[in-house]
């Protein structure tokens, strides 16, 4: 198949990426080439659920599709995490009365409406009066009377049905555990192998979590995305964004361990932290949740993923809607279509440029603050990023340009990466040795990718010496003449 023939899939024409969860309902090599036709950049595979042998299938054939369609695809493996969970119940289950005390202790003997064993000694040493256990997702509402070594005592502020290892939340309280078990590092080393692009980190407390899991990874160098679901790591944002490669803001846990109202105004700081920053930020969980089982979302829902979108956040993300919901492929195109109406908006430019990022003191930042001020100016088509590890195409997202950003890289590794970045569209080429082959290249490949014609301009970002990392310092703009169209035509 000559490459006039080779099937592609046009620019995405929106900025904000969609990444979507592989489950039962999308496992399938041709569901997966339907979500990735209605829209998906990246995929997510949740480690808690599957087997090695149903995630090493999927990472096939995502990469079969990669190779199809001639787009880096992202996939990003979802460790589990420690997970707190209480033993067991005489009759499978009890009901702990609204008000009434309820121990959680050492013994393993089943337990009944007035106990149960809680299998996890760390947390007996560090319980306070006053603190909050939370059970099966917060529906269980424990406040802590009194603890020892062996036995917390509680009131239960909320009450009702408990039954056998439900899990356990502690959102007053940083609990000494590590945030990858066993488990997770058998996941990791999997997941690695398999040349996963991003590892997502969860039960993140500490910037330590991150530093553990980098140390781990080693010079495989795989991006770690950080997910923030525990108020002790709010406390320590900054830090952890820091050590982070990107961000998840997770609401599930954070909706579990806050109070509902708390997460919208926590979202946008999240959110607004890693812009600043110029780390990819990712916004999940229940975004289009009714589409598990509805062909159509709530109005809710649609205003939830329009709001990230118009926070600027880098990408959005689906989780039971693809993974096992009724309607894979409707909740990607859903998601897409209102992505791309919100960019639309005429008051989108201002709304996703009303965070203030100011360029670091660097020559790399003010070259990338200065192509959108160019671009803003004059008619720009693309802004075509030379770049071996991502970090320059990363200074330029963070200004969120209203032009589009064309990054060629020799990396497959960085343009895979790249799928997670706001408005970035990634091409994996040969690298360039001179300024002549560098103008070149960047002018044949907007035309190939769709994103210049005859008389374009177009912002041409690299570094010189070529092939040097992080050595960002060299602008141009150049014109696409209609010779070159010509020639590119024939």
């Keep these: 198949m000559t490459r006039r023939e080779h099937p592609r899939i046009d620019p995405r024409g929106r900025k904000v990426k969609i990444l979507a969860t592989i489950g039962p309902a999308s496992r399938s090599p041709e569901m997966l080439d339907k979500l990735v036709r209605a829209g998906a950049d990246a995929f997510r595979l949740n480690m808690s659920h599957g087997s090695h042998a149903d995630h090493e299938a999927a990472v096939a054939a995502i990469r079969a599709l990669e190779k199809q369609y001639a787009r880096p695809i992202a996939i990003l493996a979802d460790l589990q995490g420690p997970k707190l969970r209480v033993g067991t119940f005489r009759d499978g289950q009890a009901v702990i009365r609204h008000s009434g005390h309820f121990a959680l202790d050492r013994d393993e003997t089943p337990g009944d409406e007035n106990r149960v064993c809680l299998p996890h000694p760390e947390l007996f040493g560090i319980m306070e009066r006053g603190q909050r256990l939370l059970i099966n997702d917060g529906k269980i509402r424990l406040k802590v009377l009194e603890a020892d070594d062996s036995r917390i005592l509680c009131s239960a502020e909320v009450g009702g049905v408990i039954s056998d290892r439900k899990g356990v939340n502690v959102p007053d309280a940083e609990v000494p555990i590590p945030a990858l078990t066993e488990k997770d590092r058998r996941d990791l080393a999997f997941a690695t192998e398999q040349g996963a692009d991003w590892i997502a980190l969860s039960f993140v407390q500490r910037p330590e979590d991150v530093a553990e899991a980098k140390k781990l990874i080693g010079p495989r160098g795989t991006a770690i995305c950080a997910k923030i679901e ?195 569209h990634a091409v994996a080429t040969k690298d360039i040795g001179s300024f002549e082959e560098m103008i070149g290249k960047g002018k044949r490949m907007a035309l190939r990718h769709g994103f210049a014609k005859g008389g374009a301009k177009l912002i041409v970002l690299a570094g010189v010496p070529f092939g040097t990392p992080g050595a960002t310092n060299l602008l141009h703009v150049v014109t696409v003449s209609g010779d070159e169209l010509d020639k590119h035509r024939g």
């Design 230 to 424: 525990k108020p002790q790591a709010v406390q320590r944002l900054d830090a952890i964004i820091e050590l982070a490669d990107g961000i998840m803001v997770a609401r599930g846990d954070l909706g579990v361990e806050l109070e509902p109202f708390e997460v919208p105004p926590l979202q946008k700081k999240i959110v607004n932290t890693a812009r600043r920053a110029g780390k990819p930020v990712i916004v999940a969980t229940q975004m289009l949740e009714s589409m598990i089982e509805a062909p159509t979302p709530t109005r809710a829902e649609v205003s939830d993923v329009a709001n990230a979108v118009y926070d600027g956040a880098d990408a959005v993300m689906l989780s039971a809607e693809s993974a096992a919901g009724a309607w894979p492929e409707e909740s990607v195109a859903m998601m897409d279509r209102i992505a791309v109406q919100v960019e639309r908006d005429e008051g989108y430019k201002a709304r996703v440029r009303f965070l203030d990022t100011p360029p670091d003191a660097t020559t790399s930042d003010a070259l990338a603050h200065a192509c959108m001020t160019i671009a803003d100016t004059v008619p720009i088509s693309a802004i075509t990023v030379f770049t071996a590890s991502g970090s320059t195409a990363r200074r330029v997202a963070r200004e969120r340009p209203d032009t589009p950003v064309l990054v060629l890289t020799p990396s497959i590794r960085t343009a895979r990466r790249m799928a997670l970045l706001w408005g970035a």
